[in-house]
């Protein structure tokens, strides 16, 4: 009789695995596993690039998150992988790539390199950041996260605000003709009228449904 054992070490999905890969890392190396991604309130990848030390983000005109910025360096001197590939950039104009594209319930883990080894581009003289995929699930999985934050800034602070149902969409001159002369009963008083108040909790959720349906020894066929 045979008796066959079989194991499977974690890939950096979890933090103790994530910290193995660190240790035996030939070059300066940085995981987030998905565990630590599941737990943050962080939606896109580049506002998980910002929890790692010496790495901040560029942020975009709305505030949130889009360049990884490496060491300090200009975010043109960086490189981004997913799974080890190197990602071409949606800006026929530049060579960087906005990390607030991929959604961060897609990774297994989050690699970010801040040393350039012989196997890597030559122009990644920043840092690399290395997006690793989740692969299909070995059965059906159904996962669902929600999630609630509150700043403390905001316990001793409201904002003001005003009634924008009496707004109209068109000007006088829309509704009424170019011959119109307006008066001010045309124009709604509610937006000098501000009440102040307390901002809602955020409130983040996700649901995760994965199934795999082709087996995999038919590869081998």
Same mark, same amino acid.
């Given at each position: ?53 010496? *790495?901040?983000?560029?942020?975009? #005109?709305?505030?949130?998150? @889009?360049?990884?910025?490496?060491? +300090?360096?200009?975010? &043109? =001197? ?53 997006? *690793?995929?989740?692969?299909?699930? #070995?059965?059906?999985?159904? @996962?669902?996260?929600?999630?609630? +934050?509150?700043?403390? &800034? =905001? ?67």
């Amino acid at each position: 009789m045979e008796v066959t054992v079989k194991g499977k070490r974690n890939g950096g999905d979890d933090d103790p695995s994530a910290r193995r890969l660190e240790k035996n890392a030939s070059q300066i190396m940085n995981v987030v596993s998905a565990r630590a991604i599941e737990i943050s309130p962080d939606i896109t990848v580049a506002n998980v690039v910002q929890r790692v030390s010496g *790495v901040s983000i560029e942020r975009n #005109s709305n505030g949130e998150g @889009q360049y990884a910025i490496l060491r +300090g360096m200009d975010k &043109r =001197y960086n490189t981004t992988l997913v799974n080890g590939v190197k990602v071409p950039s949606p800006d026929n104009k530049y060579r960087y790539v906005p990390l607030d594209l991929f959604p961060s319930d897609m990774l297994e883990r989050l690699e970010i390199y801040k040393s350039l080894t012989p196997n890597m581009e030559a122009d990644a003289i920043g840092g690399v950041v290395n997006m *690793v995929m989740k692969s299909a699930p #070995s059965k059906l999985l159904f @996962q669902a996260n929600l999630a609630t +934050g509150y700043s403390q &800034r =905001y316990f001793n602070r409201d904002f003001g605000s005003f009634s924008t149902s009496g707004v109209s969409s068109k000007s006088p001159y829309e509704l009424h003709g170019k011959n119109y002369n307006a008066t001010s009963a045309d124009f709604d008083k509610g937006t000098l009228d501000y009440t102040y108040k307390k901002p809602s909790p955020d409130l983040i959720g996700n649901l995760t449904i994965g199934n795999r349906y082709l087996d995999d020894k038919l590869g081998s066929y």
